[in-house]
């Protein structure tokens, strides 16, 4: 019957200890949890991404795709290692492994680089999967034990060419979308490069999906972003992220102009994280987590209806 949950009662007494975990893991880290708004005033930039407009009183804003901007302005603040677990939306298909309503667990430990990141990642979820040990490789060197071609280095033509035969159609704005085509790599070979049951970090990205990453120098230049993929899925984002507003501004014009080409709307900066980031941003590292997805996991089902109380109680 409609009105009755989607998930059973032990999936969703699993999914209480899995936040027992998490919010054990970062006491014993000294992390502070905060709780910042789901409302905000700029739309994710993000080509990818598309952010739920909300009529208040007369005044456009959008429902966050993620607590960043918040979270930054805290930083910029000085509130030190931050956590937040909440609610994000976006306008994303409805399938086994997307909502448009989800639960991220987010965080921002300062003096860290994605590597020392990935160490934390690594001990919260080992500490929920403990049989589980996470490899690491970076974009490179999966791609190229694929088969596929360095997303570093090779022409656009080429990877082109390498999507087409991997059964990518791509039209003729397509061919030309180098980020379009990087993704594709990256959704269909790389993050099955793990077999089933295993996973790991896939590190140092091509620049064109650097989004707010630090990019270190070459040769070749590589941004300093990560993903934890976990039976092929994608668990987590992190970054070594950009600390001031003029490098945020730039990328946020890329993004733009990424936007346009694909006929997406622009969308305008928040100009209060703007402002944050001209104050100054601690040095630090941050990243995005999948809470519902890692509680699929942990219960080994391939729908996240297993784990939310009210899977698909929009439709």
């Given amino acids: 019957m409609a009105w009755r949950p989607t998930a059973t009662r032990a999936g969703l007494a699993r999914r209480a200890e899995i936040l027992a975990a998490v919010r054990a893991h970062f006491a014993a880290a000294g992390v502070l949890e905060v709780d910042t708004p789901l409302l905000g005033l700029g739309a994710a930039g993000d080509p990818a991404l598309a952010s739920f407009p909300i009529d208040l009183h007369g005044s456009r804003r959008f429902l966050q795709t993620s607590p960043e901007s918040a979270m930054k302005r805290l930083l910029a603040a000085g509130s030190g290692d931050i956590y937040q677990i909440c609610k994000a939306f976006r306008d994303d298909e409805d399938s086994p492994l997307h909502r448009p309503e989800f639960t991220l667990v987010e965080w921002y430990r300062v003096g860290f680089d994605h590597h020392a ?5 690594a001990t919260l979820v080992e500490r929920i999967l403990p049989a589980l040990r996470l490899e690491r490789a970076t974009f490179a060197a999966l791609a190229q034990r694929c088969g ?15 999507a087409a035969a991997a059964g990518f159609e791509a039209g003729p704005r397509d061919a030309a979308d180098r980020v379009l085509l990087l993704d594709f790599l990256l959704s ?3 993050r099955r490069a793990w077999p089933r049951g ?4 896939v590190y140092d990205f091509p620049v064109e999906q650097a989004a707010y990453a630090q990019v270190r120098p070459g040769p070749p230049p590589v941004a300093s972003r990560f993903e934890l993929i976990i039976d092929g899925v994608e668990l987590a984002n992190g970054w070594h992220e950009i600390e001031d507003g003029a490098t945020q501004r730039a990328r946020h014009a890329t993004e733009d102009a990424l936007r346009r080409a694909r006929g997406l709307p622009v969308c305008a900066p928040d100009p209060r994280l703007l402002a944050a980031l001209d104050h100054g941003l601690p040095a630090c590292a941050g990243v995005a987590l999948g809470l519902d997805r890692l509680a699929m996991l942990v219960v080994a089902a391939r729908d996240l209806d297993a784990v ?8």
């Fill in 188 to 190: 269909e070979v790389v």
């Fill in 117 to 121: 990141l990935m160490d934390d990642v």
């Fill in 198 to 201: 295993q996973g790991g970090f």
């Fill in 148 to 162: 596929a071609p360095d997303p570093r280095l090779a022409r656009t033509d080429e990877l082109v060419a390498w």
């Fill in 308 to 315: 939310v109380a009210f899977g698909r109680d929009w439709t």
